[in-house]
């Protein structure tokens, strides 16, 4: 070690070794995330299942009584868009809405978004809106969350 020291040098090229270490473990977190998402897109690349890709299967048929397409907190962020009508709720105001945390409500949407029940629109104020799909409006009809309105006659 003192040979390394005496010699002026080699000095330069360690430090550079230690600083370019230091800068990939730092960033090591970031790239282990982002090749998680990568992997995980293309995982799910070819799957049919997913929405938008491959047959288009009627809401009835997808889902039953018995098996819920939803865990029960995105069941709670779906039920309250569906009652908040067509012109969608920000995020944080479902967050406050249901009484939750507001990354536990973001996770539950980006899942919504993936299995195409809701959609994200910007507002006037630049603020994102959340509003069911056609797809979700289809779910909710069908759960009887969003009330058929039918014309009589009079």
């Given amino acids: 070690m003192a040979d390394i020291l005496q010699n002026s040098d080699d000095l330069p090229i360690l430090v550079r070794l ?4 230091f800068v ?7 790239f282990k995330t982002r090749l998680s998402k990568i992997l995980d897109y293309l995982s799910n690349l070819g799957r049919p299942d997913m929405p ?3 047959e288009e299967v009627p809401v009835q048929e997808r889902f039953s ?3 819920s397409p939803m865990t029960d907190i995105e069941y709670f962020v779906f039920t309250r868009l569906a009652q908040g009508g067509k012109k969608g709720m920000t995020p944080a105001a479902v967050a406050k809405s249901l009484h939750m945390d507001r990354q536990l409500i973001k996770k539950a949407l980006r899942s919504l978004r993936r299995k195409g029940f809701i959609h994200f629109a910007p507002d006037w104020k630049m603020v994102q809106r959340v ?7 289809a779910l909710a009809m069908a759960e009887g969350l969003i009330p058929k309105l039918t014309h009589r006659p009079s």
Avoid: E
Wanted: net charge positive; aromatic share 4%; charged share 5%.
């Fill in 65 to 67: 009584a018995t098996s």
């Fill in 18 to 21: 230690f600083l370019a270490a």
């Fill in 24 to 30: 990939i473990l730092g960033l090591l977190p970031h």
């Fill in 52 to 54: 938008g890709m491959g």
């Fill in 131 to 137: 509003m069911l799909s056609k797809q979700g409006q």
